[in-house]
């Protein structure tokens, strides 16, 4: 199994960033479906948890096939999919990913969303006698973007926030 924990310093308030997420997940959503392919949302209803109350629980499924290349669509099944499932206790969120013709593999997600710039250590609770999670510190605003990803509508440097009428 691997751990790793990423520690991400946001030019963001929790509750920004919170907003920000919401739209940027049904832009990319909308973006991708096209012709069956796409993000098809299965479930999307509320759950409580005993230990982080109130949530959000959703099921999808994103469909992949004509993003494979030629040479993978001839050995992959014609219907392929990840399943994403998701439990939002924001600003505690867990999510799985699970690939329809791969059952064994999954990925597991937990994260938590704090007003710091990523100083709280073992944000997890994870016990001493478990292997240590590497830890992977990132900066948004900073780090390189490869230039095929670039946009400048996107560049978080030039961003200025209308509502709190700063710079970034």
Request: hydrophobic share 30%; with cysteine; glycine share 2%.
């Given at each position: 199994m691997l751990l790793k924990e990423y520690r991400i310093c946001m030019p963001l308030s929790v509750e920004e960033y919170r907003i920000g997420q919401l739209?940027?997940?049904?832009?990319?959503?909308h973006e991708e479906s096209d012709k069956g392919e796409g993000v098809e949302v299965v479930r999307n209803e509320p759950h409580v948890d005993p230990v982080h109350g109130?949530?959000?629980?959703?099921?999808?499924?994103?469909?992949?096939?004509?993003?494979?290349?030629?040479?993978?669509?001839?050995?992959?099944?014609?219907?392929?999919?990840?399943?994403?499932?998701a439990w939002n206790y924001y600003p505690y969120t867990i999510t799985e990913?699970?690939?329809?013709?791969?059952?064994?593999?999954?990925?597991?997600?937990?994260?938590?969303?704090?007003?710091n710039c990523g100083i709280n250590e073992n944000i997890f609770n994870i016990e001493k006698n478990n292997c240590d999670p590497e830890v992977c510190f990132l900066d948004i605003a900073f780090d390189d973007i490869p230039e095929r990803h670039y946009r400048s509508s996107e560049d978080l440097r030039c961003f200025s926030s209308q509502k709190q009428g700063g710079d970034p």
């Open positions: 739209y940027t997940i049904s832009k990319h959503s109130e949530g959000q629980f959703t099921e999808k499924r994103v469909h992949l096939s004509s993003k494979l290349p030629s040479w993978a669509r001839a050995v992959v099944p014609r219907i392929f999919y990840i399943t994403e499932k990913y699970t690939c329809s013709f791969l059952p064994k593999f999954s990925i597991h997600i937990e994260t938590k969303y704090e007003d």
